[in-house]
């Protein structure tokens, strides 16, 4: 499932798109002004993509990141 939200959800609603980023394992899309603004992910989402890119690129790439 897709998880978009505006902006102001993240500001007055924070617990429920958590929990929805989490439960769903996948990144949340906010939208500011009806475009897309920023990914919102939980740290084990992120650090899933940072290893990936990292096993593509060479472990140089997790010095200060991880």
Same mark, same amino acid.
């Given at each position: 499932?897709?998880?978009?939200?505006?902006? *102001?959800?993240?500001?007055?609603?924070?617990?429920?798109?958590?929990? %929805?980023?989490?439960? *769903?394992?996948?990144?949340?899309?906010?939208?500011?002004?009806?475009?897309?603004?920023?990914?919102?992910? *939980?740290?084990?989402?992120?650090?899933?993509?940072?290893?990936?890119? %990292?096993?593509?690129?060479?472990? %140089?790439?997790?010095?200060?990141?991880?």
């Amino acid at each position: 499932m897709i998880n978009i939200y505006p902006v *102001s959800d993240l500001r007055n609603s924070y617990p429920k798109v958590e929990a %929805a980023v989490k439960e *769903s394992g996948s990144p949340a899309f906010l939208t500011k002004n009806g475009h897309g603004s920023m990914v919102l992910m *939980s740290l084990e989402q992120y650090e899933v993509m940072v290893r990936a890119v %990292a096993t593509v690129n060479g472990n %140089a790439i997790l010095d200060g990141i991880i």
